[in-house]
């Protein structure tokens, strides 16, 4: 069965940086699209960065292009999301999501394209 392992949060002061990781197992995350989303009190889970499989292309929402980074190690199995210039608003839990297959663009913010979830690692931004 696939799983997802988020870790790297923590409480970061505005302007600051903080690196997730997602460790994935099951499945190879060249394989795979995988995906960050995060989910704020009282909001719904929004898509954050994404990574279809044997792409390097990378696709992000504009609240957070220029800022955020998502990578693959291959050899560690594991995905990362880089956040740079950190802001209040960017406060949430962060999850990272897995499909094995190829996951079309325009349905990549839809929760629903992915099968496996990780636990959610908190990011919490003072200003």
């Known amino acids: 069965d696939v799983q997802l392992q988020a870790s790297g949060g923590g409480l970061v002061q505005a302007g600051g940086s903080l690196r997730l990781s997602c460790a994935v197992s099951g499945a190879t995350v060249d394989d795979s699209t995988i995906g960050w989303f995060r989910q704020a009190p009282g909001k719904e889970r929004e898509g954050v960065s994404f990574?279809?499989?044997?792409?390097?292309?990378?696709v992000n929402a504009d609240s957070v292009k220029g800022r955020f980074t998502i990578s693959r190690d291959r050899a560690k199995n594991t995905v990362y999301l880089q956040m740079n210039a950190l802001q209040p608003e960017d406060t949430a839990v962060y999850f990272c999501?897995?499909?094995?297959?190829?996951?079309?663009?325009?349905?990549?913010?839809?929760?629903?394209?992915?099968?496996?979830w990780g636990q959610g690692t908190q990011v919490t931004v003072s200003s």
């Open positions: 999501a897995a499909a094995r297959r190829r996951v079309i663009i325009s349905s990549l913010w839809a929760t629903g394209s992915f099968d496996y």
């Open positions: 990574l279809r499989n044997r792409e390097s292309r990378t």
